[in-house]
């Protein structure tokens, strides 16, 4: 009886485990599938019921799969419960401590099933057991083979006992095999449907990306721009796709997005720029690109941004009282002179290529004490936005280049205090404000991270620390947003 159902529970878990594999490869298609419009860069142009049918139908893969491999689990547990034999783990040590206590051991077979097991004392069949039942290796591991047939063994040569202990397997078997049935059909059923189903879907995901690419390729060239949704003054990645295969046929591409001339490079995903939102954007902003052909033919191309407003300013500050009230106009003059001054810096780094090949990192490892576009009225008076990043530092602090690029400003500013503006080529200059000591002069070519400054108190300063601020042309931005560029946009 227990070698019946050692083996019929080992030829019962097969079902099972295939079940599992299924299961696995469903949970791995589907998520791949699922994945596909997060990654592959064709489907930028896709539109979001495109891109939802593509998830539908990796969700559904995934689904199949996991409640595949639920059926299969519940089956097996079934099983387990049914023939109380414990796991296949302890059944094969059993088996082989049993070998290498060199019990005699011989196959009991039939069609269906065969079984190991020690040497029944009560069956006389006696047949040799190397020449009918499988290899000695075999035999060792514990491994079962379908091998000879009851007949072979108990028929003719057997006593009227054996016989009888032939017939009980066989009935026995039988009954295991009904069982075999009664549990494996709802995870079979559940395969073959997940098989067509998967077919069907399969189907439909060609046919859908056929049509698609056909869409896409009828379209023409798209402009787009990351991310779809910016705040005001952040800094944005325009990508150009579908130029046609013959990247060559395009001689030049222009194009401007709020006033500012975008430089686009070649990439694995289309050709990129960067952009800007402005700070005090409160409309759409929109992006015009002309794509010019060996042919002549041009090509106009558009895509727009409608950032959401700013929070209200909810900061209050306290600050030495000349900067407290309103300035007067000799001052309001300097401050003004001097916002020039830094914004030419901006512009002027639209006229050289991109100095940098690694992403920027930030000038100080400290903390950020104030983020960009906060809100803040100064001594209950004076309201402005704070249109960079606050780092943390005690006077005299190292400050480090955000990135490689040429020293083009270092002066001491009325709000701004000394300052050292850096211009990283292709629109994109930070500036480094309130410092007590600058380290660098103008025309030097710093390296990425290194040091060009101490942070100080200068200027319109609640105390020490460094004030971040950076341009897209004249356009301020999130310095922050620098951080989150691959270096792939400086070629
Ligand atoms: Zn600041």
């Known amino acids: 009886m227990r070698i019946i159902e050692t083996a019929s529970r080992l030829e019962l878990r097969d079902v099972p485990y295939g079940l599992w594999l299924f299961g696995l490869v469903f949970v791995m298609s589907g998520s791949f599938v699922l994945t596909v419009p997060f990654w592959a860069p ?54 082989r401590w049993r070998g290498a206590r060199g019990t005699e051991r011989t196959a009991l077979s039939c069609t269906r099933w065969t079984a190991t097991e020690t040497r029944c004392t009560s069956c006389a069949c006696g047949c040799p057991e190397a020449s ?3 290899s000695r290796r075999r035999r060792r591991t514990g491994r079962l083979a379908r091998v000879g047939t009851p007949s072979v063994c108990g028929g003719s040569s057997g006593s009227r006992a054996t016989r009888r202990r032939w017939h009980t397997i066989d009935s026995l078997l039988v009954l ?9 059909r709802p995870a ?38 990351s991310p779809a949704r910016p705040l005001p003054g952040a800094l944005v990645t325009l990508t150009l796709q579908n130029l046609g295969h013959d990247r ?52 106009t191309l ?30 309001a003059a300097r401050v003004a002179r001097e916002g020039e001054l830094a914004l030419a810096v901006g512009r002027r780094s639209h006229d050289s290529p991109p100095q940098w090949t690694a992403p920027f990192l930030r000038p100080r490892t400290s903390a950020v004490s104030s983020g960009f576009g906060t809100g803040r009225t100064f001594n209950g008076q004076v309201t402005s936005r704070h249109l960079g990043v606050d780092f943390r530092g005690a006077l005299g602090a190292p400050i480090h280049a955000a990135n490689r690029g040429v020293v083009v400003l270092i002066d001491t500013f009325f709000l701004g205090g000394r300052v050292v503006y850096l211009d990283h080529g292709g629109g994109v200059t930070t500036g480094y404000l309130h410092l007590s000591k600058a380290l660098v002069s103008v025309g030097d070519t710093v390296r990425r991270g290194q040091t060009i400054g101490l942070v100080g108190a200068t200027g319109r300063v609640t105390g020490p620390h460094l004030h971040w601020t950076a341009r897209y042309g004249g356009l301020t931005v999130n310095p922050l947003d620098l951080l989150k560029l691959d270096a792939g946009l400086s070629r």
């Open 302 to 331: 558009r895509a727009s941004v409608t950032p959401p407003p700013l929070p209200p300013p909810k900061e209050q500050l306290q600050v030495d009282s000349r900067f407290g009230r309103p300035l007067d106009s000799a001052t």
């Open 132 to 134: 009918h039942f499988g």
């Open 176 to 184: 295991q095999y009904e069982n075999r049935r009664r549990l494996d």
């Open 42 to 95: 064709e489907w930028r142009g896709f539109q979001l019921w495109e891109r939802l049918a593509v998830v539908a139908i990796g969700a559904s893969h995934l689904a199949g799969g996991l409640f595949m491999a639920g059926r299969a689990h519940a089956t097996v547990t079934e099983l387990d419960r049914a023939t109380n034999l414990g796991s296949q783990r302890v059944r094969r040590l059993w088996s």
């Open 248 to 299: 060559d046929s395009v001689v030049a591409i222009a194009g401007t997005m709020a006033g500012e001339p975008l430089h686009f490079v070649a990439s694995r995903s289309g050709r990129r720029a960067l952009g800007a939102v402005p700070v005090d954007s409160v409309t759409t902003v929109e992006a015009i690109v002309v794509v010019t052909r060996a042919s002549g033919k041009r090509d």
């Open 188 to 225: 079979t059923a559940c395969r073959e449907y997940l098989i067509v189903t998967s077919g069907l879907r399969y189907a439909a995901l060609g046919a859908f990306l056929v049509f698609s690419t056909a869409r896409l390729g009828a379209q023409g060239a798209l402009l787009s721009i």
